[in-house]
């Protein structure tokens, strides 16, 4: 009897123990659970960034040594506040940074980096250097592009007199994928066009925004194909013939005219590239910025 009652003591103890340590086990904290998530930060100046081949880690918007990622007496820091756009076009504020590189207090280089938003905050994605030395003027997000201005001055003679004149340069970033790169014209005459184009009748026509030039699009030009496929996809629910927004590289050859009719081969657009297609821009919006 005391054997059998031994016997069914240990059991129960032994039963006792398990439930308790499947208990612990299941009623870890949320806290404790979620020191082994990776969590997006709230802002893009704590997110890391891919540069040169090294993940660099910004801690409000500064990133130093190789705690940091990057080689000792190396320091990267975001010179102006994020900006934001979207560069997607899923309708999110995505983020740049324009970021000053420096070694040992020396010389600063300058840096174009991204973060893209999701529903978790900012994740970090690859930063490139910029060709030229100075502080661009402005950063910003138009049509789904990375456009980076600089402000030049040169001299002019007005009546005899010598006059500073200051100009603007844009460069143009795009996110490839998942990576941001420089984009723009690449040939002697080349530039960024914005404006609308149409397919009709197996023609394809592009008019420039704030003009009433209308230029038919040579079908020799490298994205024929890709522009009457785009065209096609964007326009399946609407009225023929419905001009859509775009962003080309390309040159433009031939006169101006101020009728919409008088187009012929002399006044063509030979486009080398299709930089984007914002569903939400327009000539219209263009002019109001």
């Known amino acids: 009897m005391n ?8 059991v129960a103890v032994l039963f006792v123990v398990g439930f308790i340590f499947i208990y612990r086990g299941v009623s870890q904290t949320a806290e ?3 020191t082994t998530l990776f969590r997006l930060p709230e802002s893009p ?5 891919q540069i040169n081949e090294k993940e660099v880690q910004l801690t409000d918007g500064i990133a130093e040594g190789v705690d940091a990622g990057l080689e000792e007496h190396v320091r990267m820091e975001a010179i102006v506040p994020p900006v934001y756009g979207d560069i997607t076009g899923d309708a999110r504020d995505d983020a740049l940074l324009l970021l000053a590189h420096s070694e040992n207090g020396g010389e600063k280089t300058y840096y174009i980096a991204v973060a893209l938003k999701d529903e978790e905050g900012f ?7 910029l060709e030229r ?15 980076v201005t600089y402000a030049d001055e040169t001299e002019v003679t007005e009546d005899g007199v010598v006059v500073a004149e200051q ?5 143009y970033f795009a996110l490839v994928g998942t990576t941001l790169q420089a984009v723009g014209p690449s040939r002697d005459g080349e530039s960024v066009l914005r404006g609308e184009y149409v397919f009709s009748d197996e023609l394809a026509f592009f008019t420039p925004c704030e003009s009433d030039v209308r230029y038919s699009i040579s079908p020799l030009s490298h994205s024929y ?3 009457e496929a785009i065209y096609i996809e964007r326009t399946k629910e609407v009225e023929p013939n419905t001009p859509i927004y775009i962003v080309l590289i390309g040159s433009s050859t031939g006169g ?12 063509t657009v030979d486009v080398s590239a299709i930089v984007a297609v914002p569903k939400d821009s327009s000539c219209t919006i263009e002019a109001t910025q």
């Open 225 to 227: 194909a890709a522009l």
């Open 45 to 49: 100046l704590f997110a890391s960034f």
């Open 123 to 129: 994740l970090g994605m690859n930063a490139i250097p």
């Open 256 to 267: 101006f005219s101020e009728s919409e009719e008088d187009v012929d081969s002399t006044q």
């Open 167 to 171: 100009t603007y340069t844009q460069v």
């Open 3 to 10: 054997r059998t009652l031994l016997s069914v003591l240990l």
């Open 133 to 147: 030395k100075e502080v661009p003027a402005s950063v910003v997000v138009e049509d789904e592009l990375a456009v």
């Open 32 to 34: 404790e659970q979620g």
